[in-house]
């Protein structure tokens, strides 16, 4: 089967049908393209090539040509969804290629357990159709696919669908019998021994389990999860039971696994928040994985940037990334009666909590929740890692050079109960631009990693939590750091600058390199944040606080603010539920609390105007272009300053007049830096004032005063003393 780059290579003679007429996965491969995804093209593997532009629907097709396409839907399912299959959709139409339902398809045949979460009525019950008819038909034998889902009607509906599409195919590829199932809770095909079986919950715990006990299938599909009465009886219960089924179809290399089709559900209901816990370890999708190279690589992947036990993908999409228009998503919304916490759920796939139990004010939480987005990147190291970009991937490079970050850490062992949390923020903003999750790894390895990190990016500043694995990471990142000849002291936070009027002795032999050597053996233990019960209680109350109130627009990263909407009060303490993570939140309270409240951040190169000079309260609306926008208004008028300070300076009127060139010229460059061409000329016209009258007094002394054109500057003959930072 071709599922990775290499694939193609072990079938003499396959290609890629580019030439297909299902446009829409010429479409999709174009997108994979575009994301700089390298196995782009393995949806368009044709394993005959003969079959290239033969319409399988053509009623004249020769004998031989229908083998020919019957051995390719058995061995290649994606000739089958891309040129066989057709859904009703008022006339029968082809599958549809979109970032959902591919996922879909390749996350399954490389055997991974996955959600998919859609908006209604943006096909995802039909994708996983589609996977079952292919499994049914083609993929599989002797075995029973069973399907687990909320109620009669959607077991109804979810069969005659099937049906459709069945009675859609042309039919010599299948041999019907009349044994065959064919009701409303079973459909079958004795052929090969396959039955599709259809369940609902029920009402009592014993007869939810019962349900379970009964799945002893290698495939499984729980459809609408979250609101199947019991799902935490009868999902256990079916794992168990399936599980000699999924070793024996692991050991033939049969198709297994489990797939869970739904939309967003109540975090605050039983069986929501079963589903909802398992979600908060599942690996993110990204098309990225698309080049892990191998089912194992994947896996391990997978596991190395997420929190979970095993390897679980979460794909969430929206209707964006589906192909559906804000406009289709209103009409959508208004025809359907959808409002309240039954559209957030239904259409925009946020996970509702009510407002009882979360300690965060409603008004907060609907800002953290309306900030949600796609990375605009996902950046894959070599060594494995992940790191999810809220800046757009052509300014990432220009972003972080002109501006300061601070990375908060939530550190763990990395084995599985707990994970890494990386959360960087914006500094003048408050705005996340980066975020990462990691388990289950080589500890070393991610050091390795994180130290690439920051010497790529010098501009960020480490906090990280001191516990667990922090003083091991803490110390191969000085190493690192101190091997490439930056000061460790000026990238980590650390106590001795952060009070540095109490430790004045260790924090003058910083600036020796020797002495700084030693220091990283003797008071290695100043480096980080100590959370205690006192200072895990000032994070959650006025760290959390402030940084939201100034903030909660910007979060974009749905684990971040899914963990800030699964909150809840414990014994008067803000925590997570139970099951749940907080992972996240510590990592961006830490950045957030040294930002605001750490000492001496011009040591770590922060300035007075690098910390929140951006931010408006309450308000949350600025883009990254925006805000480079500002930037480069930013270094305009700082240019302007300094040659203001050198006009005013000027010893002769050929050097005077060669700045005021040079300032014209900067005021040309139509950057709107809130100062008119008028006032600009009445600045030049008194420099010329005080210049020709500092020449007339050129034997008087003392400090001479020079107006830049943001205001007042005293600055002496041969030194200027900036104005004070307070941090």
Same mark, same amino acid.
């Given at each position: 089967?071709?599922l990775?780059?290499?694939?193609?290579?072990?079938?003499?003679?396959?290609?890629y049908?580019?030439?297909?007429?299902?446009?829409?996965?010429i479409?999709y491969?174009?997108?994979?393209?575009?994301?700089?995804?390298?196995?782009?093209?393995?949806?368009?593997?044709?394993?005959?090539?003969?079959?290239?532009?033969?319409?399988?629907?053509?009623?004249?097709?020769?004998?031989?040509?229908?083998?020919?396409?019957?051995?390719?839907?058995?061995?290649?399912?994606?000739?089958?969804?891309?040129e =066989?299959?057709?859904?009703?959709?008022?006339?029968?139409?082809?599958?549809?290629?979109n970032? @959902?339902?591919?996922?879909?398809?390749?996350l399954?045949?490389?055997?991974?357990?996955?959600?998919?979460?859609q908006?209604?009525q943006?096909?995802?019950?039909?994708g996983? *159709?589609?996977?079952m008819?292919?499994?049914?038909y083609f993929?599989?034998?002797?075995?029973?696919?069973?399907l687990?889902?909320?109620?009669?009607?959607?077991?109804?509906?979810?069969?005659?669908?099937?049906k459709?599409?069945r009675?859609?195919?042309?039919?010599?590829?299948i &041999?019907?019998?009349?044994? *065959?199932p064919?009701?409303?809770?079973?459909?079958?095909?004795a #052929?090969?021994k396959?039955?599709?079986?259809?369940?609902?919950?029920?009402a009592?715990?014993?007869?939810?389990?019962?349900?379970?006990?009964?799945?002893?299938?290698?495939?499984?599909?729980?459809?609408?999860?979250p609101?199947?009465?019991?799902? @935490?009886?009868?999902?256990p219960?079916?794992?168990?039971?399936s599980?000699?089924?999924?070793e024996?179809?692991?050991?033939l290399?049969?198709?297994? @696994?489990?797939?869970?089709?739904?939309?967003?559900?109540?975090?605050?209901?039983?069986?929501?928040?079963?589903?909802?816990d398992?979600?908060?370890?599942?690996?993110?999708?990204?098309?990225?994985?698309?080049?892990?190279?191998?089912? !194992?690589?994947?896996?391990?992947?997978?596991?190395?940037?997420s929190?979970? *036990?095993?390897?679980?993908?979460n794909?969430?999409?929206?209707?964006?990334?589906l %192909?559906?228009?804000?406009?289709?998503?209103w009409?959508?919304m208004?025809?359907?009666?959808?409002?309240? +916490?039954?559209?957030?759920r239904?259409?925009?796939n946020?996970?509702?909590?009510g407002?009882?139990?979360?300690p965060?004010?409603?008004?907060?939480?609907?800002?953290? !929740?309306?900030?949600?987005?796609?990375?605009?990147? =996902?950046?894959?190291?070599?060594?494995?890692?992940?790191?999810?970009?809220?800046?757009?991937?052509?300014?990432?490079?220009?972003?972080?050079e002109?501006?300061?970050?601070?990375?908060?850490?939530?550190?763990?062992?990395?084995?599985?109960r707990?994970?890494?949390?990386?959360v &960087?923020?914006?500094?003048?903003?408050?705005? &996340?631009?980066?975020?990462?999750?990691?388990?289950?790894?080589?500890i070393?390895?991610?050091?390795s990693?994180?130290?690439a990190?920051?010497?790529?990016?010098?501009n960020?500043?480490?906090?990280?939590?001191?516990k667990?694995?922090?003083?091991?990471?803490?110390?191969?990142?000085?190493?690192?750091? *101190? !091997?490439?000849?930056?000061?460790?002291?000026?990238?980590?936070?650390?106590?001795?600058?952060?009070?540095?009027?109490?430790?004045?002795?260790?924090?003058?032999?910083?600036?020796?390199?020797?002495?700084?050597r030693?220091?990283?053996?003797?008071?290695?233990?100043?480096?980080?944040?100590?959370? #205690?019960? +006192?200072?895990?209680?000032?994070?959650?109350?006025?760290v959390?606080?402030?940084?939201?109130?100034e903030?909660?627009?910007k979060?974009?990263?749905?684990?971040?603010? %899914?963990?800030? /909407?699964?909150?809840?009060v414990?014994?008067?303490?803000?925590?997570h539920?139970?099951?749940?993570?907080?992972?996240?939140?510590?990592?961006?309270?830490?950045?957030?609390?040294?930002?605001t409240?750490?000492k001496?951040?011009q040591h770590?190169?922060?300035?007075?105007?690098?910390?929140?000079?951006? &931010?408006i /309260?309450?308000?949350?609306?600025?883009?990254?272009?925006?805000?480079?926008r500002?930037?480069?208004?930013?270094?305009?008028?700082?240019?302007l300053?300094?040659?203001? =300070?050198?006009?005013?300076?000027?010893?002769?009127?050929?050097?005077?007049?060669?700045?005021?060139?040079?300032?014209?010229?900067?005021?040309?460059?139509?950057m709107?830096?809130? +100062?008119?061409? +008028?006032s600009?000329?009445?600045?030049?016209?008194?420099?010329?004032?005080r210049?020709?009258?500092?020449?007339?007094? !050129?034997?008087?002394s003392?400090?001479?005063?020079?107006m830049g054109?943001n205001?007042?500057?005293? /600055?002496?003959?041969?030194?200027?003393?900036?104005?004070p930072m307070?941090?």
């Amino acid at each position: 089967m071709i599922l990775h780059d290499r694939d193609i290579d072990h079938y003499a003679g396959a290609i890629y049908d580019l030439q297909t007429s299902n446009k829409s996965f010429i479409r999709y491969v174009a997108l994979l393209r575009k994301m700089g995804v390298k196995n782009a093209y393995f949806c368009l593997a044709l394993l005959h090539p003969e079959l290239q532009g033969v319409d399988p629907h053509d009623p004249n097709l020769d004998e031989m040509t229908k083998v020919l396409i019957w051995e390719e839907c058995k061995e290649n399912p994606w000739y089958f969804i891309r040129e =066989v299959i057709r859904i009703k959709a008022g006339d029968m139409i082809p599958y549809i290629a979109n970032r @959902g339902n591919m996922a879909l398809m390749w996350l399954f045949l490389n055997h991974i357990d996955m959600f998919l979460i859609q908006p209604r009525q943006t096909g995802k019950s039909v994708g996983a *159709d589609c996977l079952m008819l292919w499994l049914i038909y083609f993929g599989c034998y002797n075995v029973d696919i069973q399907l687990i889902t909320k109620d009669a009607k959607l077991r109804t509906d979810n069969i005659l669908r099937l049906k459709a599409m069945r009675d859609g195919m042309p039919q010599w590829l299948i &041999v019907t019998d009349k044994s *065959d199932p064919d009701n409303t809770e079973e459909i079958g095909y004795a #052929t090969k021994k396959m039955r599709y079986i259809a369940k609902v919950p029920r009402a009592s715990a014993t007869d939810a389990e019962k349900v379970g006990r009964g799945a002893t299938s290698p495939i499984l599909q729980f459809d609408e999860a979250p609101f199947i009465n019991h799902i @935490g009886i009868t999902l256990p219960s079916a794992m168990g039971s399936s599980t000699r089924a999924r070793e024996n179809a692991k050991r033939l290399g049969a198709p297994y @696994g489990v797939l869970y089709t739904t939309t967003a559900g109540k975090i605050d209901s039983r069986d929501g928040r079963f589903v909802y816990d398992m979600l908060a370890g599942a690996a993110t999708w990204s098309e990225r994985y698309l080049d892990a190279g191998s089912q !194992a690589a994947l896996e391990q992947m997978m596991l190395d940037n997420s929190t979970g *036990d095993v390897p679980l993908m979460n794909c969430t999409f929206s209707h964006r990334q589906l %192909g559906y228009t804000d406009e289709w998503l209103w009409e959508t919304m208004a025809r359907n009666k959808a409002y309240g +916490e039954i559209a957030e759920r239904d259409y925009m796939n946020r996970w509702t909590n009510g407002t009882g139990s979360n300690p965060i004010n409603v008004k907060i939480l609907e800002r953290i !929740a309306g900030s949600e987005r796609e990375p605009d990147d =996902v950046q894959l190291f070599k060594e494995g890692y992940m790191v999810r970009w809220y800046i757009p991937e052509d300014k990432i490079e220009s972003f972080m050079e002109s501006r300061r970050f601070i990375m908060g850490l939530d550190t763990s062992d990395a084995i599985g109960r707990d994970g890494i949390d990386m959360v &960087v923020i914006d500094t003048r903003s408050r705005a &996340v631009v980066a975020t990462g999750t990691y388990n289950r790894t080589n500890i070393w390895r991610w050091i390795s990693f994180l130290g690439a990190f920051m010497l790529k990016y010098p501009n960020i500043t480490l906090i990280p939590e001191r516990k667990s694995s922090a003083q091991s990471i803490i110390d191969g990142l000085i190493q690192i750091l *101190d !091997a490439a000849g930056v000061d460790p002291f000026k990238r980590i936070f650390n106590h001795i600058v952060d009070n540095k009027e109490r430790y004045s002795d260790e924090f003058t032999n910083t600036g020796n390199s020797m002495l700084r050597r030693r220091m990283f053996e003797t008071h290695k233990q100043y480096f980080g944040f100590n959370t #205690t019960g +006192e200072s895990r209680t000032h994070l959650y109350v006025n760290v959390l606080n402030d940084s939201l109130d100034e903030a909660a627009g910007k979060i974009f990263d749905k684990k971040l603010s %899914g963990e800030f /909407r699964g909150l809840v009060v414990k014994n008067g303490r803000i925590d997570h539920q139970t099951g749940g993570h907080d992972d996240s939140i510590i990592a961006y309270l830490m950045a957030n609390w040294m930002l605001t409240h750490a000492k001496n951040l011009q040591h770590y190169g922060i300035t007075q105007k690098d910390v929140r000079t951006e &931010v408006i /309260r309450g308000q949350d609306k600025i883009s990254v272009q925006d805000m480079i926008r500002q930037d480069r208004a930013r270094k305009l008028r700082d240019q302007l300053e300094d040659l203001f =300070v050198r006009l005013n300076e000027a010893d002769s009127e050929v050097e005077a007049i060669r700045h005021e060139h040079e300032i014209r010229h900067l005021m040309s460059m139509s950057m709107d830096i809130g +100062e008119s061409a +008028e006032s600009i000329q009445e600045l030049i016209d008194t420099a010329a004032v005080r210049r020709r009258e500092r020449m007339r007094n !050129a034997r008087m002394s003392g400090p001479v005063h020079s107006m830049g054109f943001n205001g007042m500057y005293s /600055r002496q003959p041969s030194q200027w003393t900036p104005p004070p930072m307070s941090c």
